[in-house]
């Protein structure tokens, strides 16, 4: 499973990726507001940071405005992805944009039919959203194992990036699935490192080296 950061920070990009363990990032329209600057220079700082495919978002509601937005978008950097919402108009920009090329990642993706159709429309991703599925008590992962199975079924070769991913519990069972990706939060991919017996564990040796240092 490839990990992708969720974020537009560049200062937690750049520390994230000097731990060896970023293949990839996405943004959308609330991450970029949280930072400062030209969306465009963002974008393109995070594709030099990051050297994998990198989610930025189309805001326009029709096709038209879509594919012209993602053009631009795609000229800032070869590993710029676009992401689309999953609409009619949507899937539309997805088709038109997939044959010059562009690769597409469709999101908020909520039902395994839309997955289905996104793949047919040529979508090189999908990202079901899971943390806001289960906010309204339904199981997101449920929609992950579906999709899965789906896209086996039928030989798709589009990815499936789970997102909105809340806690270290959502990676897990990600991983366990077979999901090609998990785009995470920086808050919780720091939690995926800590174990409190790792701590311990160092303290304890740390502590025994001293008696070895003294002989
Ligand atoms: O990758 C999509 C993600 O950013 C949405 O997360 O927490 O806003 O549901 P969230």
Redesign the pocket.
Known sequence: MKIFV?TANIKEIEELVSWGIIEGA?T?P??ISREEGDPKDIIKKICELVKGPVSAEVVSQDAEGMIKEARELAKIDEHVVIKIPMTVEGLKAIKVLSQEGIKCNT?LVFTPMQALLAAKAGARYV?P?V??LDDISSYGMRLIEDILTIFDNYGFNTEVIV??I?HPMHVLEAALMGAHIA?I?PKVIRQLVNHPLTDIGIERFLKDWEKVKKR
């Open positions: 969720d996405t959308n609330t991450l999101t990202s959203f943390g806001r997102a909105s809340r785009t939060p």
